[in-house]
């Protein structure tokens, strides 16, 4: 069976960079037929994309981030992970990674979350 | 960007049908899905495509597409259906989803 599970910190510090990896089980990042996805949740907010990447490592990201996403792939460890630089409050909530088929355009499935504080 | 509107709340009585817009423009051209997201709990996808669902989400859940309006219908709603609901489609002219603000849906 598919999972994907979130890591990180918890809690950055304004201004720097942060780390988050999921780690897939039940199928390999290595896969012809899926990206694999950073979504986040904020409260009151709703969903937002992040980006997705690619088997070849090719990325996508959301423009709204103005460049301060950075995924990528370690296939030995069957992970991918997101670097947020320069993150502020406004980027404390809470992180999901997930799958989406190239052939359709949903996300299925979903880790469960990680939640991210931001404060010094 | 593209946008999608939903209501932020729905409420239904036990038993009732729920029904669940997202509105945008001229949606009826994409492909729409939705999403089911339990308190403390990731979300999952239960209508694709506008109106397929994926195996062992119940027939009592469908939606629908048109013009600029998406529906997500539930009838017999049940307690367990509380939830908050999201919609999301691609947005080709960006090149990325987008999510609905997302619909909570009390059983009263």
């Known amino acids: 069976q598919l999972q994907l599970h979130e890591s990180g910190p918890g809690l950055v510090k304004p201004s720097e960079t942060l780390s988050l990896t999921c780690t897939v089980s039940g199928d390999t990042v290595s896969s012809d037929d899926y990206y694999w996805g950073w979504i986040r949740q904020t409260p009151g907010k709703g969903l937002e994309w992040i980006g997705n990447?690619?088997?070849?490592?090719?990325?996508f990201y959301s423009p709204s981030l103005r460049g301060r996403a950075t995924m990528f792939l370690d296939k030995s460890k069957n992970q991918f992970s997101l670097r947020l630089t320069s993150v502020t409050a406004a980027d404390a909530c809470l992180y999901f990674c997930?799958?989406?088929?190239?052939?359709?355009?949903?996300?299925?499935?979903w880790g469960r979350g990680t939640l991210v504080a931001v404060s010094s | 960007s593209y946008v999608l509107t939903q209501p932020p709340s729905v409420s239904v009585a036990p038993g009732k049908t729920a029904s669940i817009t997202c509105g945008g423009n001229?949606?009826?051209?994409?492909?729409v899905h939705w999403y089911q997201q339990r308190p403390g709990q990731a979300p999952v996808v239960i209508i694709f495509y506008g109106s397929d669902r994926p195996s062992g989400i119940p027939e009592r859940v469908s939606g629908s597409n048109s013009g600029n309006t998406a529906t997500l219908t539930i009838s017999s709603v049940e307690a367990g259906d509380e939830a908050d609901y999201f919609c999301q489609v691609w947005d080709f002219d960006n090149d990325q989803p987008v999510f609905g603000g997302g619909t909570t849906l009390t059983v009263l």
């Open positions: 997930a799958r989406m088929s190239l052939a359709a355009s949903w996300f299925d499935p």
């Open positions: 990447i690619y088997s070849t490592g090719t990325t």
């Open positions: 001229n949606i009826g051209s994409k492909n």
